[in-house]
């Protein structure tokens, strides 16, 4: 089955920078690759997602790139601001809807000002 | 607004009870999975359940079992709590046959054992 290794655990910056947070993958069959974030006591929220036809994908101050060979792909922040301060979750999953999602453990991601 | 609805949203319960938890999918949705998410980790697949069937099972003990309903609400029952089953419970909507856009994740049931 799929595992998903998900890196750094936390991550502090300071305002105005960057943030990465890379993750790989087992499963050569997985073409679908979510970000979620997490604040505390919220439920898990979409924020970005790649398919494996697609190399880079970018929404504003995030992108997400994905290596398929090398079986990782990677978060992107750039601009960070406070309210940015949250969990990330990565996942993996067999793109169709009835495959349930692979997470990592989760980057604690901390903007401070 | 998630569309997805869970209930109870947080719940006591004593080692050896058993528990129900329930979950309103997303309108247009036909499809619920559950995930438990223990402190600090990442969610952990449970079951899927569609057209009333579980369709998908984690590697999760038989003390979990689960139900979907004509209107594709579900539930999910644990059964011989333990204080190791302490974790926050999401329930996730997605339509079966259409292109998979993700997940929408309910709220959650924070569940202690105590």
């Known amino acids: 089955g799929e595992n998903v290794e998900q890196h750094p655990s936390t991550l502090s910056v300071q305002e105005g920078d960057s943030a990465v947070i890379k993750c790989t993958y087992s499963?050569?069959?997985?073409?679908?690759f979510p970000w979620y974030k997490q604040e505390l006591g919220k439920r898990p929220q979409l924020i970005i997602d790649?398919?494996?036809?697609?190399g880079e994908k970018k929404d504003q101050r995030i992108a997400v790139t994905l290596n398929k060979t090398a079986k990782h792909f990677s978060l992107h922040i750039t601009e960070t601001q406070p309210e940015d301060s949250a969990v990330y979750f990565c996942a993996a999953s067999p793109s169709s809807g009835n495959t349930p999602l692979v997470f990592g453990k989760g980057t604690r991601l901390s903007v401070i000002a | 607004d998630a569309g997805v609805t869970q209930s109870p949203t947080h719940l006591i319960k004593t080692r050896g009870q058993q528990v129900t938890l329930r979950c309103s999918p997303k309108?247009?949705?036909?499809?619920v999975s559950w995930y438990q998410q223990a402190l600090g980790q990442g969610p952990q697949f449970i079951f899927q359940?569609?057209?009333?069937?579980?369709?998908q099972r984690g590697n999760f003990p038989d003390r979990f079992s689960g139900h979907q309903f004509p209107n594709y609400s579900s539930e999910l029952n644990v059964n011989a709590l333990l204080l190791g089953d302490s974790a926050l419970y999401l329930c996730a909507s997605t339509l079966n046959l259409a292109d998979f856009y993700g997940y929408t994740f309910g709220s959650g049931t924070r569940l202690t054992v105590v």
């Open positions: 359940y569609y057209e009333e069937e579980e369709r």
């Open positions: 790649i398919r494996s036809n697609v």
């Open positions: 499963d050569s069959a997985s073409n679908y």
């Open positions: 309108s247009g949705h036909d499809t």
